[in-house]
């Protein structure tokens, strides 16, 4: 098989999943957030290693996001954080997920065909999504009142949770987080003064997750945090960034191999638009990887990888499908060598915040965005 593969560590996760836990304590539940492919480290696969590690909610984009890990035998709780589309509403019910909820038609269309079943009273829980802020999903303030007396009257519905999602959670002092918080707080009111009692209630993301126990509630939802990763937390201004408190282990190595080596003189032009020259006598390595596996072309000439224990820089445009490094300074590299472009080799290391500064992104997108073609494997 093309050598070029990502490697995800269960036992990291697995260990990240019980810290957090540890960190939120026994009283407030973690929904193992899982959308995007878990992030690009397989979704199916780190759903099953979190169940075993004791996650009894998962949280998801999409109604086919959660029905494929439902198939794959997830049996706790899928919530679809982003909702079901028009149709949708027969998968929602079949396989047990979680909608969340914010629009008049998503409880018309789950009244109607719990009807349908003869569904019992109250027996079909969804989560509200309320608009604290971020002006993209959720039940406005001016809406709410409406939006109760609708979900009130849908018999077969219970209102199970209410969420927000923060826009800055990892500025500690960012006034715009203030202010969600405060919302979210006047929200949780509104519903309870008019007469509903929902179990969950959760607005904290990873980063709130680390540095904003006032807004744990009863739920965290952390995400990247579970990868081994998490914004760090910061002040405004001229404030010291602050450290990550929690020492969560990276989960997703990715690496490839030498396929061909080759010599070449200075003056020699490398890769399209002749757009790197070298300027020594050079031993080039090219590797089977490229953007289409969701290298950036940003990194061009500017990234590296590790080989043996030695950083190699990146010479040239990355392409679809071939990277070119220098390997001059690397003492012995041969043909078929493991290269590491995200993780560490010896005294070495690359993570995605490294491609991420690089590529003036943040980590998520880097680690998402590799692809399908990149073989996962796991290990323990």
């Not at 990247?224 to 990276?250: A, C, F, Q, S």
């Not at 992104?361 to 692809?371: A, F, K, Q, S």
Request: overall charge neutral; proline content about 5%.
């Amino acid at each position: 098989m093309r050598p070029t593969w990502a490697e995800v560590s269960l036992s990291a996760l697995r260990h990240n999943f019980r810290l957090i836990k540890q960190h939120v304590g026994t009283d407030v539940t973690v929904c193992a957030v899982i959308k995007a492919d878990a992030y690009g480290h397989g979704a199916v696969e780190c759903a099953r290693a979190l169940q075993e590690a004791g996650a009894t909610w998962f949280g998801v984009t999409s109604t086919e996001e959660g029905v494929k890990i439902r198939e794959a035998g997830i049996t706790g709780r899928i919530l679809l954080m982003t909702g079901f589309w028009r149709g949708e509403q027969e998968d929602v019910i079949h396989h047990n997920l979680t909608p969340t909820v914010w629009e008049w038609w998503q409880i018309g269309a789950l009244e109607a065909l719990l009807g349908k079943r003869n569904a019992p009273p109250r027996s079909f829980p969804v989560h509200v999504n309320v608009d604290t802020g971020m002006a993209r999903l959720g039940v406005p303030d001016y809406f709410m009142g409406l939006f109760l007396k609708r979900v009130r009257a849908a018999e077969p519905i219970a209102l199970e949770g209410v969420f927000s999602h923060l826009a800055s959670a990892e500025v500690l002092d960012a006034e715009d987080a203030k202010h969600q918080a405060s919302r979210f707080a006047e929200f949780e009111q509104f519903i309870a003064d008019h007469g509903f009692s929902p179990q969950f209630r959760h607005i904290a993301n990873s980063a709130a997750v680390g540095g904003r126990p006032s807004l744990w509630r009863n739920m965290v939802r952390p995400g990247m945090l579970l990868y081994g990763y998490g914004l760090p937390l910061m002040r405004t201004e001229n404030d010291p960034e602050i450290p990550h408190p929690l020492p969560v282990k990276r989960a997703l190595s990715w690496k490839t191999k030498i396929i061909s080596m080759k010599d070449v003189g200075a003056g020699q032009t490398v890769g399209y638009k002749a757009a790197y020259v070298t300027n020594r006598p050079t031993k080039l390595a090219v590797l089977p990887v490229g953007y289409a596996d969701g290298l950036s072309r940003h990194l061009s000439s500017r990234g590296r990888v590790i080989v043996r224990g030695t950083y190699a820089p990146m010479v040239g445009i990355i392409s679809m499908d071939i990277t070119v490094v220098d390997v001059t300074d690397v003492n012995g590299a041969a043909m078929g060598d493991d290269v590491t472009i995200i993780g560490a080799d010896g005294d070495c290391m690359i993570d995605a915040w490294e491609h991420a500064r690089l590529e003036a992104t943040i980590p998520y997108e880097v680690l998402c965005r590799v692809g399908g073609r990149v073989r996962r494997t796991y290990k323990e």
